[in-house]
């Protein structure tokens, strides 16, 4: 959503300082009725608002108040485990509108952003609603990206940002597309696909294909479900498609044998542990047993490979889980990931270029209690 309809100027007279405040469940008939008067289409509803006055470490529901009247409300979203805000929603009360309010509301979002933590913003809005355009670029939002059909109307958006910390251009090294991944477990395939196009616009992205790549890297068995990807099994399978890879894994042994309890699986997966070592061997992929650094990662980038690193899930959504992400851009503060999974953010705009703080990515990039860290660098075919 975020796209707020800015009016004209009205002529009606503020009564009261506007305040502007946390909902609370009062405001609860207020917030619906002004959307109803406000969206046709896409509207939240009843219970969506209730969910975000009930979580306020997720979001932030500010409405301005002129003494009792609902002048309007922002509803951002704070994502977990990253610096990132999202302008979900903003409106203003037809009768307010031409009174700065939706200017208000939004300097107040990003203030309310800034406390938590977040240091970008980010928004869409319709193509077709000039004025709430010229708002955010008047307020320093910059245009960097577009969607068709994105509305229930089928209406395009664009895509804006702005960085509510600092004035710092981010630097984006490369274009990397994004894939959203089709199963819980197919994240290793969704990242080594997103890799591999974006060094060659020949390839192409598909459920097949990402299925294809699972069978050929997994590694049988997980803790539950179906078996991960192992870092050695997505290299082999980005070489078979003609790209090199490049693999650093901080310890040695069969990965992930510590998360399960039957002897029979273990068995299991360190037989197809030593398959992928004697495979890779038998093709010359390198492999570091080593610790895998920022320094490396953002050397790799600059020189246009693509890193895919494998990150624990806790800060996400408190779930200790293996989970493959590519590493699409950097800057002095942050990593900025492309995450296929877009189960624990709200949009999958929201997957893409999605900061990470250097420190907090330290914590993520690891995982189990040996806090094995790992990471492949897929390269064009020399």
């Not at 360190?270 to 320094?295: C, M, N, P, S, Y």
């Not at 992400?325 to 953010?345: K, Q």
């Not at 189990?368 to 660098?377: C, D, E, S």
Request: proline share 4%; glycine share 6%.
């Amino acid at each position: 959503m975020g796209d707020d309809r800015v009016a004209h100027d009205v002529a009606n007279d503020i009564k009261h300082d506007i305040v502007i405040q946390p909902a609370t469940l009062g405001d609860l008939p207020a917030l619906l009725e002004l959307e109803k008067k406000t969206f046709d289409l896409d509207r939240i509803s009843r219970r969506s608002f209730r969910r975000w006055l009930a979580h306020p470490r997720h979001s932030a529901l500010l409405v301005a108040k002129d003494g009792l009247a609902l002048a309007g409300y922002i509803l951002i979203f704070l994502h977990q485990g990253t610096r990132l805000a999202r302008l979900y929603s903003i409106a203003v009360s037809e009768n307010y509108r031409g009174h700065r309010i939706g200017q208000r509301l939004l300097e107040a979002g990003e203030k309310t952003a800034r406390e938590a933590g977040r240091v970008h913003m980010r928004l869409e809005v319709r193509k077709d609603n000039p004025g709430a355009i010229a708002l955010y670029e008047k307020l320093g939002y910059q245009q960097f990206g577009f969607y068709e059909d994105y509305y229930e109307d089928h209406a395009d958006a664009l895509r804006y940002q702005k960085r509510i910390l600092s004035f710092d251009a981010t630097q984006w090294q490369m274009v990397v597309p994004w894939y959203r991944q089709t199963t819980r477990f197919t994240c290793g395939p969704a990242a080594v696909m997103m890799a591999m196009q974006a060094l060659s616009k020949q390839y192409t992205m598909t459920r097949s294909e990402e299925m294809a790549l699972w069978r050929e890297a997994t590694t049988i068995f997980m803790t539950s479900g179906h078996g991960g990807c192992h870092p050695l099994g997505l290299a082999l399978a980005a070489h078979k498609r003609g790209f090199d890879a490049e693999v650093w894994i901080s310890e040695k042994g069969p990965l992930f044998i510590d998360g399960v309890r039957s002897e029979d699986k273990k068995a299991v997966i360190k037989l197809v542990h030593d398959d992928f070592v004697a495979e890779v061997r038998a093709a010359g992929i390198k492999v570091h047993h080593k610790e895998v650094t920022q320094q490396l990662l953002t050397r790799e980038l600059k020189k246009g490979f693509v890193p895919i690193v494998m990150i624990s899930t806790w800060q996400m959504d408190s779930k200790r889980t293996p989970h493959w992400v590519v590493i699409s851009a950097f800057d002095e503060e942050f990593l900025y990931l492309h995450d296929p999974d877009p189960s624990g953010l709200q949009t999958e705009m929201d997957c893409q270029y999605l900061p990470v703080a250097r420190d907090d990515f330290a914590r993520m990039a690891r995982f189990g209690k040996n806090r094995l860290r790992t990471a492949l660098v897929i390269k064009p075919r020399r």
